[in-house]
């Protein structure tokens, strides 16, 4: 069985940095994308980040400059260094994974969340 298992998050002060890491375990055929989305209280979950093919990142606008995703492709591994963290940052952080299973179907998957919050 296939998951993703996240750590990091926390609270932080505005300016402060963080760190989400995020990694896939289980047997999978490929894996097309990893990356991270957030969702803060009463707004639909957003991208934030995302490693395509394992070389390619798209970053939304809003973070561009400030956070930083790197995906290790041997350990199906992605995380997202945040710096210069401001309140409007603050959400569940979620990764994300797109690919094929080792039986050949589709496979998207969440991981359970972590809480970024950033106040002084």
């Known amino acids: 069985q296939v998951q993703l298992v996240e750590s990091g998050g926390g609270l932080v002060q505005p300016g402060g940095s963080l760190r989400l890491s995020c990694v896939a375990s289980?047997?999978?055929?490929?894996?097309?994308?990893m990356g991270w989305y957030r969702q803060a209280p009463g707004q639909e979950r957003e991208l934030v980040a995302v490693?395509?093919?394992?070389?390619?990142?798209n970053v939304t606008d809003s973070v561009k400059g400030r956070f930083t995703i790197a995906m290790d492709n041997a350990k199906n591994s992605v995380d997202l260094e945040m710096k210069d963290l401001k309140p409007e940052d603050t959400a569940v952080y979620y990764c994300?994974?797109?690919?094929?299973?080792?039986?050949?179907?589709?496979?998207?998957?969440w991981g359970q969340g972590t809480q970024v919050t950033v106040s002084s």
């Open positions: 994300r994974l797109e690919g094929r299973r080792y039986s050949g179907l589709p496979l998207t998957l």
């Open positions: 289980g047997r999978m055929r490929a894996v097309y994308s």
């Open positions: 490693v395509i093919s394992g070389v390619r990142t």
